[in-house]
């Protein structure tokens, strides 16, 4: 699992997104692979993106916040800029895959 992620419910995702000019959501699920993997590569670029929000939906835990979002495969990461949905990406990616994928979703602060 991710150091100091935010674990979202239906009931605080709305704020949360809308409280943070860019942020990244993961949505996973507890002992799948993918998700693991993709939790590493997370952990490894994060030290790039200081003013990126990070947190994440269980979707064991969440699966109507998870079908609210429109996300049928885990793992998937999910870029809000200004509350707004910017840029998805279903499955593993690599370190310059998910730096891309941030980018291209999110304001010029990051």
Not at 75 to 81: A, E, F, N, S
Request: aromatic share 4%.
């Amino acid at each position: 699992m991710l150091q100091d992620i935010t674990l979202l419910r239906s009931e605080t995702f709305d704020a949360y997104v809308a409280g943070a000019p860019n942020c990244l959501v993961l949505v996973f699920r507890q002992g799948c692979p993918n998700c693991q993997v993709l939790m590493a590569v997370i952990d490894r670029c994060r030290a790039r993106w200081p003013r990126l929000a990070l947190a994440g939906i269980d979707a064991d835990q969440s699966p109507d916040l998870m079908q609210e979002a429109g996300v049928t495969k885990v793992p998937t990461v999910l870029v809000y800029r200004n509350g707004v949905p910017s840029a998805r990406k279903a499955g593993v990616m690599s370190p310059s895959e998910l730096m891309a994928l941030v980018a291209s979703g999110s304001a010029p602060v990051v």
